[in-house]
């Protein structure tokens, strides 16, 4: 079974960084697609971005420019480094694992843009 574990949240005041890290553990193979979603309270469940095993990307648009996702293959992590954060970036941010039609979703780690 896939297990994802999430790390890297915490209260960061507008304007600030903070990266946040995800390493995947099971029956993981390639191709495959990590990513990260995030869910504020009373909201759906949004994409925030994904890249593929093969290093493409893709963002939110809100993220653009602000948000750098990257991983390691070998490893089976993924990574975001958030930047120029903003009151609306507050979330609970989940790591997301498709591999072999199947979603696989980390517990979460909660986000909190405030001054």
């Known amino acids: 079974q896939v297990q994802l574990v999430e790390s890297g949240g915490g209260l960061v005041q507008p304007g600030g960084s903070l990266r946040l890290s995800c390493a995947a553990s099971?029956?993981?193979?390639?191709?495959?697609?990590m990513g990260w979603y995030r869910q504020a309270p009373g909201k759906e469940r949004e994409l925030v971005a994904i890249?593929?095993?093969?290093?493409?990307?893709n963002y939110a648009d809100s993220v653009k420019g602000r948000f750098t996702i990257s991983r390691d293959n070998a490893k089976n992590t993924v990574s975001m480094q958030m930047t120029t954060l903003k009151p609306g970036d507050t979330a609970v941010y989940y790591c997301?694992?498709?591999?072999?039609?199947?979603?696989?979703w980390g517990k979460g780690t909660l986000v909190t843009v405030s001054s």
């Open positions: 099971g029956s993981i193979f390639s191709p495959n697609t």
């Open positions: 997301r694992l498709t591999v072999a039609n199947r979603a696989y």
């Open positions: 890249i593929t095993s093969g290093g493409s990307t």
